[in-house]
């Protein structure tokens, strides 16, 4: 598989700064950080979130969700402590 980033990779931080990520389908999820983060992706604007998962330190994801879904990282599993190290890259997919 080959994928081809769409943006420049974006910090979004707790859902204040959830982000769409350019109406993208596919995220490009990177921890930078030496200490684990957990991603939450919301429905649309509503900051109702319907998943959430564990990214390890120095650890890439790919994530697939609808384009006018929400997504944002933090510290904690529950949605809080701000988490700048997480970044989110929309990618596309090619031959």
């Not at 998962?53 to 949605?79: L, M, Q």
């Amino acid at each position: 598989m080959k994928i081809e980033p769409l943006t420049v990779a974006a910090s979004a931080s707790l859902t204040a700064a959830a982000s769409n990520v350019s109406d993208a389908q596919q995220v490009l999820v990177q921890n930078t950080g030496t200490a684990a983060a957990y991603v939450h992706i919301e429905s649309g604007t509503s900051g109702n979130r319907y998943a959430s998962f564990y990214v390890p330190n120095k650890s890439n994801i790919i994530v697939r969700k609808n384009t006018t879904d929400e997504i944002f990282a933090s510290d904690a599993a529950a949605g809080t402590g701000a988490n700048t190290n997480v970044l989110f890259t929309k990618l596309g997919f090619y031959g």
